[in-house]
């Protein structure tokens, strides 16, 4: 994208005003993100499969980089954002229907285990970036906890390879902090950056050593990429869930919010020795986001994501509720208690620490969402005991019907949950997407928020159906999603 085309978009940024007098055929969403009308069915909705160049027609626009929210039509032209506004047909141009959908930049997620190289029995390449596309993202980080693990220029020169020949949605790989994960000897933190990385990430555990800690902070000053930081004290975490009153209701070993806490306070201190930018993954409990939110009031340099699972799920999953905390969404039936596909890490947490880390998104001390997707073949599931199963859940499909629900049920504006899908986290990944700004490379999300959906293995793309969401509805679906303009996925 060459600087000169990156003209700033100027249209108006509220609704009303904005709003061209198409007529509605579908949903209107109000600024607390209510839906106001159903749709009416799906139309047939035009042009063959695109390959670059579409006029997207009809669609409420929002565009939080450029502070667009209204109703507009978007022309694609080779890839690249050509304009937004109200666009006239163009005889050359095919036309996409968007009546009743939100058009947004593509949605970004920031943390993904697509566990390739090493395990294609639990995901691929070209499954984990099908499975994207399906959940309406665009590009995907990945975690290096795979086999061989991404530690080195080589095995990131070989998977970005990979991911421009098999990849559906763009893939931008995050490095081990340690050689091969195992903790104890650092990678070479400037190489992998240069061979593509994005960061470091030791995910799936803790680097323990807080000297190689320190020396990574301080390369990510040298560097301005993030450490990506999974919490957990190893010693208190030999537990399979959270502990709590279920735990011990269920006789199950419990992991304490204090083991991610401890790692989180340290972490944090790390960074504020170095000036190092400190990215903490998968918050999961109320006092860990207080901490960070601690942090920041302090000026140190730390972002951090939370899970939709962790806000609308808890504890009480694994005692076999399915009722979605939250939201408005009809629960599913209660299920047995101590399924494995209730079982991740970090754990799910009590209801009230969904609650408290959704007012952390609502003061900005979280910066933005990511899906954690994990996927696990059937056998590390439900196959073993809860005790014994992987932990892990699958995430790219569900994660933008989750955090809707949570609009929908007025704990964030839509605009705000569009910006923690796309601007913010495109800023930690240092890419430039996530914004409909005029040259931008053409990566769009369609979805649509009324068009329901049964959560079943054969509707997903993930090769591994390991979600408690199985039998369940979800409400709000990716219609149509376009890589450099190009489509990667149509419901
Ligand atoms: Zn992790």
Redesign the pocket.
Known sequence: MSPERCVPLRVPCQSGSGKRSIPALGSVLDFGGRFLSAPADMPERGAGVIDGTVLICGGHVIDPANGVDGQFDILIRNGIIDQVGAIEPKDDVPEFDAAGCLVTPGWIDVHVHLRDPGFPDKETMETGTAAAAAGGFTAIACMPNTRPALDSPEVIADLLDRAANAGKVRVVPIATITRGRSGVEPADFDAVIAAGAIGWSD??DTTADSAIMRRALEASVRLDRPVIV?CEDKALASGAMHEGEVSRRLGLPGIPAAAEEIIISRDLMLAELTGGWLHV??VSTGRGAELIAGAKRRGVNVTAEVMPHHLTMSDEWVGGSRTLHNTRRLAGPDASPADPNTKV?PPLRSVADTRALIERIQDGTFDCFGT?HAPHAEPEKSGSTFEEAAMGLSGLEFAFPLTLALAEAGHLSLYDLIRLWTVEPARILREERGTLMLGAPADITVFDPEREWVVTPEELRTRSANTPLLGMTMKGRAVLTLVDGKECHRA
């Open positions: 995910d799936g999974h993954c998968h890490n954690d």
